[in-house]
């Protein structure tokens, strides 16, 4: 059984900093497309960040040169580095395993930045 599970969401103010976690089983981590993703209130679910099995990324344009992710591939684990953050970050963020027609999700963790 595939499982997602996003931690390290919270509480942070306008400029500060903030790292998520989410941890991978059921699959075979290395091989998949690993992303994550964000839903505003009120809002469509949207792309934040990708890393291939690789380790090629592509980030939204909102986030780049902010945000940074990363795989630890023996720990089955994806990051996502957020920094500078600002209000309209506040969102569920989460996280996602791709690989073909495969595709599976987390459960959210939520992101608020205000002060």
């Known amino acids: 059984q595939v499982q997602l599970v996003e931690s390290g969401g919270g509480l942070v103010q306008p400029g500060g900093s903030l790292r998520l976690s989410c941890a991978a089983s059921g699959i075979i981590f290395s091989a998949y497309r690993l992303g994550w993703y964000r839903q505003a209130p009120g809002k469509q679910r949207e792309l934040v960040a990708t890393i291939t099995s690789r380790g090629s990324t592509m980030y939204a344009h909102s986030v780049k040169d902010r945000f940074t992710i990363s795989r630890d591939n023996a720990k089955n684990t994806v990051y996502l580095q957020m920094n500078s953050l600002k209000p309209e970050d506040t969102a569920v963020y989460y996280c996602?395993?791709?690989?073909?027609?495969?595709?599976?999700w987390g459960q959210g963790t939520l992101v608020t930045v205000s002060s």
């Open positions: 996602n395993a791709h690989e073909g027609i495969f595709d599976a």
